[in-house]
T-cell receptor
């Protein structure tokens, strides 16, 4: 079964460093997402991406965050200058359609620890 | 804004017990409703969904019915197994997913 893959599975970084989390969505999908889950808290929406541009972003997704689809397969999340509160599990997701009832498929997550 | 509230865990059951995990939602429109499951060390997997009122989603023995009158989407299973131990997330979707806090289910043999 096709799946969303994410790398790295776990990254430890120092505060202030840049981090890039990578994702390979399911190959024929057109809609891409990043979510995050701070330990013990809800899974939160960060950003959605379609047709090579951001279609929606949450208030969490400030100027420190950016997303890119540099080629036909990868979808990346960059955090320019990490803060302690960025420590979380980051989930990449993709879907074939953008309507409300469509299934969104998630990767296994990238656990980011900022020290 | 739209939100999802689900019962706090952990929920600890013996094998073959009946499971209910409560989920209620608040939404201005007519969202689709989902249950996702996260097994230890794995990502979020869709368990079941319902896209309109009175729809019943089902998968792997789990069921949930979209109840518009009570704004609920409770997850049920008649006989749980040890392998069902996981975190269960209720979610709604307008164009993005909004999740509940997750409920840890631990099934003991």
């Amino acid at each position: 079964e096709p799946e969303v893959t994410q790398t790295p599975s776990h990254q430890v970084t120092q505060m202030g460093q840049e981090v890039i989390l990578r994702c390979v969505p399911i190959s024929n999908h057109l809609y891409f997402y990043w979510y995050r889950q701070i330990l013990g808290q809800k899974v939160e929406f960060l950003v959605s991406f379609y047709n090579n541009e951001i279609s929606e972003k949450s208030e969490i997704f400030d100027d420190q965050f950016s997303v890119e689809r540099p080629d036909g397969s990868n979808f990346t999340l960059k955090i320019r200058s990490t803060k302690l509160e960025d420590s979380a599990m980051y989930f990449c997701a993709s879907s074939g359609q953008g309507y409300a009832g469509n299934t969104i498929y998630f990767g296994e997550g990238s656990w980011l620890t900022v020290v | 804004g739209d939100s999802v509230t689900q019962m706090e865990g952990p929920v600890t059951l013996s094998e073959e017990a009946f499971l209910t995990i409560n989920c209620t939602y608040t939404a201005t429109g007519y969202p689709s409703l989902f249950w996702y499951v996260q097994y230890p060390g794995e990502g979020l997997q869709l368990l079941l969904k319902a896209t309109k009122a009175d729809d019943k989603g089902s998968n792997k023995g789990f069921e949930a019915t979209y109840r518009k009158e009570t704004t609920s989407f409770h997850l049920e299973k008649g006989s749980v197994q040890v392998s069902d131990s996981a975190v269960y997330f209720c979610a709604l979707s307008d164009d993005k997913l909004i999740f509940g806090t997750g409920t840890l289910l631990a099934v003991q043999p």
